[in-house]
T-cell receptor, first 113, second 114 residues
Framework: GENVEQHPSTLSVQEGDSAVIKCTYSDSASNYFPWYKQELGKRPQLIIDIRSNVGEKKDQRIAVTLNKTAKHFSLHITETQPEDSAVYFCAANSNTGGFKTIFGAGTRLFVKA | EAEVAQSPRYKITEKSQAVAFWCDPISGHATLYWYRQILGQGPELLVQFQDESVVDDSQLPKDRFSAERLKGVDSTLKIQPAELGDSAMYLC????????????FGSGTRLTVV
């Protein structure tokens, strides 16, 4: 079945700097890769997603890239702000061994003012 | 903005007791998921429903966990008997189109087994 690895587990950046979170997946049949942001004590919220027919997608300060050959995808946050501080989860869908979305273990991002 | 409703928000129960969680997805969302999130980890899928049918429950510990969505709308997840290792956040999510699209998560039920 699908396995999603995410790193780093913790990332600390200065306000205004960029942050990059990387994930790898194992199931070559996966075709949908969402990213969720979870603030302390709150629910995960979808912030951006990308499909396998696209290599890059951007939404204001957030961008995702996908390399299908290498089976890895990344989240890029530019001009970070303190309110970007949260746990970020990457995920990949899988139709192997059941229909499910597999989440990475999460990256705790700290943006220092 | 439409939300996924979950109750209770918090539950403390003694081990070996039964506990149940409720979820009401966004109206019109045919796909409903129950996830378990242990502190510091990513959500882990327990069960997925398409309307009233179970699509995937391969990760559900069926000796103690059960889930139902009888009318294809709201859903209940039950644990009996609860064990200390079941302490976690139980998140419900729904999606209009299924696992190839983003989810909307509920606020979750934080379960503590003592």
């Amino acid at each position: 079945g699908e396995n999603v690895e995410q790193h780093p587990s913790t990332l600390s950046v200065q306000e205004g700097d960029s942050a990059v979170i990387k994930c790898t997946y194992s199931d070559s049949a996966s075709n949908y890769f969402p990213w969720y942001k979870q603030e302390l004590g709150k629910r995960p919220q979808l912030i951006i997603d990308i499909r396998s027919n696209v290599g890059e997608k951007k939404d204001q300060r957030i961008a995702v890239t996908l390399n299908k050959t290498a089976k890895h995808f990344s989240l890029h946050i530019t001009e970070t702000q303190p309110e970007d501080s949260a746990v970020y989860f990457c995920a990949a869908n899988s139709n192997t061994g059941g229909f499910k979305t597999i989440f990475g273990a999460g990256t705790r991002l700290f943006v220092k003012a | 903005e439409a939300e996924v409703a979950q109750s209770p928000r918090y539950k403390i129960t003694e081990k070996s007791q039964a506990v149940a969680f409720w979820c009401d997805p966004i109206s019109g969302h045919a796909t409903l998921y129950w996830y378990r999130q242990i502190l510091g980890q990513g959500p882990e899928l327990l069960v997925q429903f398409q309307d009233e049918s179970v699509v995937d429950d391969s990760q559900l510990p069926k000796d103690r966990f059960s889930a139902e969505r009888l009318k294809g709308v709201d859903s209940t997840l039950k644990i009996q008997p609860a064990e200390l290792g079941d302490s976690a956040m139980y998140l419900c999510a729904s999606s209009r189109f299924g696992q190839d699209y983003g989810y909307t998560f509920g606020s979750g039920t934080r379960l503590t087994v003592v």
